[in-house]
């Protein structure tokens, strides 16, 4: 078994769609990134890229890189859960946890599940997403960035 763990950040800012596990939420404000800034779905990508010992996803997805402009991270955790399958690995589970002050996400996280299950191939007893606030202290807390933190277990593949 191999353990890794992730963690995105990114600023919430006006004219960007907020994407979250590859859902769209409804808000005012997005994240700031290169490509959809998916912060959720980039730090699971990198605890996988981690527990595989194949990087990151900056090392993967340079977000200079014109091919990476706007794209679906759905897409870069596809890429990665193959390269993890030619390590003869597979995922056991996943533990996720957003940070934001807002939007309340709870109501968004089945939706989410569901959207990460199907492209990581796990069933959703063994995806967890969940959501917190950071109290309103800090970039987060004030509402100006949202942040994410990643677990997943490797296991080999049977």
Known sequence: MRIGNGYDFHRLVAGRRLVLGGVEIPYHLGLLGHSDADLLTHAITDALLGAACLGDIGQHFPPGD???KDVSSLLLLEKV???VRE???AVGNVDAVVVAERPKLAPHIP???QSLAGVLGLPLDRLSVKATTQE??????EGQAMACYAV???EEAA
């Open 81 to 83: 859960c193959t390269l």
């Open 87 to 89: 390590r003869g690995l």
């Open 111 to 113: 939706k989410i599940r």
């Open 66 to 68: 014109p091919q990476w």
């Open 152 to 154: 997943v277990l490797l």
């Open 136 to 141: 309103g202290l800090g970039p987060i807390g």
